[in-house]
Structure formats: structure tokens, C-alpha cells
């Protein structure tokens, strides 16, 4: 896999961040012979090729522009998306949580727009392994082609397979052998124990759950099945400073809830956990519960097919580019 964030001076294909006046971003792709425009002027991209990353550029309108690599969060913040993506944030505290590290065997559903993907891929490293299922082959477009583009090819190590993980999970990896599953869906609980059997004992399964009915439902579900010790839930919320001499204060916004995680270990079978003392509560659900986690309900937003289709076009045009790139630092490397 080649480095997401090459060193040396900027070529064509490269993507750069570029902060104009007042901070405002632009990110674009180096192209022989492309342009910038803003209200501000033009800034020319052979004006970046050959510079270094950090460098500072002057529009034909004499305002200056500070051009950087984009770092993970920013190219995930910026790249096309068929579907929503998983905040940065949220993509740390799994890699955490669940604890993916280098060489793991990893399970994701689903790929989404390849948000995820792209942290899972740099967690697991060169010798592990990402499955990961999409049932839109829309939105597995999507994320090929971002994850193209970040890496410059698509890795070894990952596949993507078209279909729903309950039913084609055992037909991708032997039972007992996954490390780590990450479920991004509507529906956990529906694919719960494919999961148990997939997972090697001692291993974790983590759910970015929307609502806080989905994240009740999944955990009673994992609760209930017995193949799993008791599960932990937890949101992230990031607030930013304001940091300027005395002036010290929060930000006036913040990203605060995006979505719930919930994690619980596989046992091994046969386990029997010590009993977790509780309170009563609800665990039982009537037809209006389940009425209420139905994916309109949920807020399951609906992007129309020729928008997706755009956004697989964007990500398609993107990846080529990044291709070039990966093809010139390989032709410079063997010149030298």
C-alpha cells in the first residue's frame, strides 16, 4: 500500500488543501494546466507543482494561499459521498475502542462512502485483512474510489463484497478466524449471530448505532443471545477552542452527537458471564417499538439515483487521479 501522504514537492494527481483569505478551504487536484477560480482571482496548479508541501501562493488577484496535503480528517471531510459518512471523530474512538491493530482480521458492514475503511486500513497495517459489505453497488463505488484516491491504489488488503452480511459472511471467512467486527447499519440485531460465529472468542464487535431506540434494541438483543459479555454504549462529542491572547473561550459551535457506539466481546462457547445485577426495566418490545426502528422512522435519508450517480463519477474522476500520481512518484523513484 503506498504512502497516503507522500513527502517531497507536489505533483499532478496529488490532492491539496488550499486556506484562502478569511481561512476559507478549497481542495483541489493538481492537473497539467489547471485553475483555481474563486471570487478572489485565479491561482494556476502549474504554481504548485514542484513546490513543497507548506508552501504559500499568490493568486492573480494578490491574495495568498497556504497548499498542504490534506490529512485523513480533511480529505474524508471533503471527498464525495454516497452515503453519510462516519465522522472522523467517531472512526478514532472505533479504532480505540474496538482495538484494531496491525495484522487484525476485520469484518465492516456497511462500506458506506469508504469513511471507515480508510482508518480501518491504516489500523490493520500491511498483514491484516478488511472484509467489508455493501449492498448498494453505488455507494461500493463510491468508496473504491475514495479509497483509491487517499491511497493512490486500491490496497491488497481489503475486498469489498456486494451483498448482506448475514447471508454472505460465511461465505467470505471460516468460522472462529475474525478479530474485530464494525457495524454501520440499520439493523444489528439481524445479523447478530453470524457475527458470534465469525468472531474468534475473546473478540469485539462495535455498532455506530443513529438513534437511541436502535442502540436499545441491539444491546437487549446481544443481551439476550448469550454469546457475548455485557454491552458498553457511549457517544463522542468534540468541542473546539477559541484561543487568542486573553481571549479564551469555546467555540460558539461544536460536532456534538453523531451516533452511538456499543461494544461487547465474544465469549467462548459454552461461557457463561457472572450475573450482571439491575434494576428492572423494559426489555420487552411491542409492535409501536418496532414501528419506531423502521428506516424511515430512524431518519434512513434517501439520495436520488442521479445524485449517486454523480458522486460515484466525482469519486471515479478523483481515484484516476490519484493514479497518475502514484504512477509518477514510481517512474521518479526508479529514474533516481
Given at each position: 500500500m503506498s504512502s497516503a501522504r507522500p513527502s517531497g514537492?507536489?505533483?499532478?494527481?496529488?490532492?491539496?488543501?488550499?486556506?484562502?483569505?478569511?481561512?476559507?478551504?478549497?481542495?483541489?487536484?493538481?492537473?497539467?494546466?489547471?485553475?483555481?477560480h474563486t471570487h478572489h482571482g485565479v491561482l494556476r496548479h502549474e504554481q504548485l507543482i514542484?513546490?513543497?508541501?507548506?508552501?504559500?501562493h499568490t493568486n492573480s488577484g494578490g491574495h495568498d494561499y497556504l497548499a498542504l496535503r490534506p490529512l485523513l480528517r480533511d480529505f474524508v471531510m471533503s471527498m464525495p459521498r454516497g452515503a453519510a459518512i462516519v465522522y472522523p471523530k467517531d472512526a478514532a474512538m472505533i479504532v480505540t475502542q474496538a482495538d484494531i491493530f496491525p495484522?487484525?482480521?476485520v469484518v465492516e458492514a456497511g462500506v458506506g462512502s469508504g469513511a471507515l475503511s480508510l482508518s480501518l486500513l491504516r489500523a490493520i497495517g500491511p498483514e491484516g485483512r478488511l472484509h467489508s459489505f455493501?449492498?448498494?453497488?453505488?455507494?461500493?463505488?463510491?468508496?473504491k474510489g475514495n479509497v483509491e484516491t487517499f491511497f493512490g491504489e486500491l490496497p491488497e488488503t481489503w475486498s469489498v463484497h456486494l451483498g448482506d452480511l448475514a447471508e454472505e459472511l460465511e461465505n467470505v471467512v471460516e468460522p472462529g478466524t475474525v478479530d474485530r467486527v464494525v457495524l454501520d447499519m440499520l439493523a444489528p440485531w439481524e445479523c447478530m449471530e453470524?457475527?458470534?460465529?465469525?468472531?474468534?472468542p475473546g473478540g469485539v464487535v462495535i455498532c455506530y448505532i443513529a438513534t437511541a431506540t436502535q442502540l436499545s434494541r441491539v444491546a437487549e438483543h446481544i443481551r439476550n443471545l448469550g454469546m457475548f459479555t455485557d454491552p458498553e454504549a457511549s457517544e463522542t462529542m468534540v468541542r473546539g477552542w477559541h484561543v487568542e491572547g486573553l481571549a479564551v473561550r469555546p467555540d460558539h459551535r461544536m460536532v456534538a452527537h453523531t451516533g452511538f457506539l456499543l461494544t461487547a466481546r465474544r465469549l467462548a462457547p459454552g461461557a457463561v458471564p457472572p450475573e450482571v445485577k439491575r434494576r428492572a426495566s423494559k426489555t420487552s418490545f411491542s409492535d409501536a417499538d418496532v414501528e419506531a426502528w423502521t428506516?424511515?422512522?430512524?431518519?434512513?435519508?434517501?439520495?436520488?439515483?442521479?445524485?449517486?450517480?454523480?458522486?460515484v463519477r466525482d469519486a471515479e474522476k478523483h481515484a484516476a487521479a490519484a493514479r497518475i500520481a502514484a504512477a509518477s512518484t514510481q517512474f521518479s523513484e526508479e529514474e533516481n
Open positions: 514537492p507536489f505533483r499532478v494527481g496529488d490532492r491539496v488543501q488550499l486556506t484562502g483569505p478569511k481561512g476559507k478551504l478549497h481542495t483541489t487536484t493538481l492537473r497539467d494546466g489547471g485553475e483555481l514542484g513546490s513543497p508541501d507548506g508552501s504559500v495484522g487484525a482480521v455493501e449492498r448498494r453497488e453505488e455507494f461500493a463505488d463510491v468508496a453470524t457475527v458470534a460465529e465469525a468472531l474468534t428506516p424511515g422512522a430512524v431518519g434512513d435519508r434517501q439520495i436520488t439515483d442521479k445524485n449517486l450517480r454523480k458522486r
